[in-house]
């Protein structure tokens, strides 16, 4: 067993990766094997018109006085103005916060909590896309830490306990809300710092499937093959196990059979419930599980170029199965399966891998991602800095094939 993430203080430790067991099938341990699993989780109240419960929720942690953090995006839409309603119907005074921008910077979680301290307010509300929930999960961090949000880069690196967390998604991708991730950009090294800990799982997640109607197409396309490139690296990841694994491969079932229809039925209530079920899902499988090699590349990427995290991911996922797959295919057979593909167990590995990487590309295709990096603004010559950032990235700990540097500038060059 390799314990890692242990800070020492018991109950702590945020990855449990067990070599002897890692190549089981879901399902089946083997007899005797002496596998832990640990889930965490925070309370979720699902489904339609479900926002006024955010109020509710953060009167019962004890708010009076609430941070609600939002962005311009969202508060064009709308959804902040309806949350604020219902919480000064539930006699809450909320102080509303909106200066972020997407892939949100060092600089403007630094402004946030500046503005929390100023505040005297107590519980802390997200309501927006990973990009808010994140900065949401930064404020609250500092608010109970100091320091700059740079000091927690890594594993389990917050000492303190933070203010209660509310989070209500607005995209069917990140699962920030129940993540134990907090993604920031950090504007000198350009590049995308990864904080994970326990402490950063909201305390509640409010989904509202109502709230994804407003997202723009691209959007909608970029969250959802995020959501998929959670399940898939959740499902192969060296942490995986029984508890995350039905999770992931329901969560690729649901973006599968679901995705496509709401780029054409925007309205389709059915079909949006179900994206917002696969975001949640993926998000529980890969906040145990942890990631891979697509999301230590994307976090390159996105520092550098600014660009939807979503839509790095559905570029470099095709070449990462292939990479994965070539060292350990089998584990592929069953994502090919919950993909509605022809494949059956004791089939070969490799065409299964195949199979998932060529529906991964054809699902990108469907809903409009680019086929290359380079269309994006990635230029060969990055390909050496954003390499070397990819071994720091604390998601390539548990890919399930182990990358050299020269490797990683490989795949970044066959995603150009
Ligand atoms: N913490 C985690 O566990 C985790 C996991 C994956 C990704 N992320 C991070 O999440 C960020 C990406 O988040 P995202 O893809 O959800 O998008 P986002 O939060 O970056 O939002 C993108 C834009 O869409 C707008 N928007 C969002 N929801 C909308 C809605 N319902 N209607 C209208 N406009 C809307 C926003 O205002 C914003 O302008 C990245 O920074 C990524 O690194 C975090
Ligand atoms: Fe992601």
């Known amino acids: 067993m390799v314990l ?3 800070t020492g203080h018991a109950g702590d430790t945020v990855l449990l990766l067990d070599e002897d067991t890692m190549a089981d099938p879901p399902g089946h341990p083997r007899e005797g094997s002496p596998r832990l699993s640990k889930f965490h989780a925070p309370e979720i109240v699902f489904g339609h018109d479900s926002l006024p419960e955010a109020a509710h929720a953060a009167v ?5 006085r609430p941070f609600v953090v939002t962005d311009p995006g969202l508060t064009e839409a709308g959804w902040p103005a309806e949350l604020l309603r219902h919480m000064r119907a539930a006699g809450l005074r909320p102080q509303l916060w909106n200066e972020i921008t997407p892939n949100p910077k060092d600089h403007e979680i630094q402004a946030g909590y500046q503005r929390y301290m100023a505040s005297g307010c107590d519980v802390v509300l997200g309501i927006g896309g990973g990009s808010v929930i994140d900065a949401a999960k930064g404020v609250a961090l500092l608010s109970a ?3 700059t949000i740079g000091d927690y880069e890594g594993i389990d690196r917050i000492a303190n306990p933070i203010p209660p967390l509310v989070m209500i998604p607005s995209t069917s991708g990140t699962g920030a809300d129940v993540s134990q991730f907090c993604i920031i950009t950090d504007t000198e090294r350009l590049t995308k710092i990864t904080i994970m800990g326990r402490a950063l799982v909201p305390d509640v997640s409010v989904i ?4 994804l109607v407003t997202m723009p197409d691209w959007l909608n396309a970029a969250t959802g093959l995020d959501a998929l490139t959670h399940g898939i690296e959740a499902f192969v990841s060296l942490a995986h196990g029984p508890l995350t694994d039905t999770h992931a491969l329901h969560a690729v079932a649901l973006v599968h059979g679901n995705l496509p229809t709401t780029m054409i039925h925007r309205h389709d209530d059915a079909s949006r419930s179900a994206m917002a079920q696969a ?3 993926a998000g529980l499988a890969f906040t145990n599980a942890i990631l891979g090699a697509t999301h230590a590349m994307s976090h390159q990427v996105g520092g550098m170029l600014d660009l939807p995290h979503g839509v790095i991911n559905g570029v470099l996922l095709p070449h990462v199965i292939r990479f994965n797959g070539a060292d350990e295919p089998t584990r592929f057979v069953p994502i090919a399966q919950a993909m509605g593909l022809p494949a059956r167990p004791g089939m070969p590995g490799d065409e299964a891998v195949d199979m998932v990487a060529t529906e991964v590309r054809k699902l990108a295709d469907e809903v409009g991602v680019p086929t290359g990096l380079a269309a994006l603004g990635v230029r060969d010559q990055d390909v050496p800095r954003l390499a070397q950032l990819t ?4 998601c390539l700990t548990t890919n399930p094939r182990s990358a050299s540097v020269e490797e990683i ?3 970044f060059r066959e995603a150009l």
């Open 279 to 281: 975001a949640l899902e």
């Open 4 to 6: 890692t993430g242990d």
């Open 145 to 147: 830490n100091g320091g």
């Open 208 to 211: 509202d499937p109502r709230l």
């Open 391 to 394: 071994l720091g990235d604390a």
């Open 409 to 411: 500038e490989r795949l």
């Open 60 to 64: 019962r942690l004890g708010a009076s």
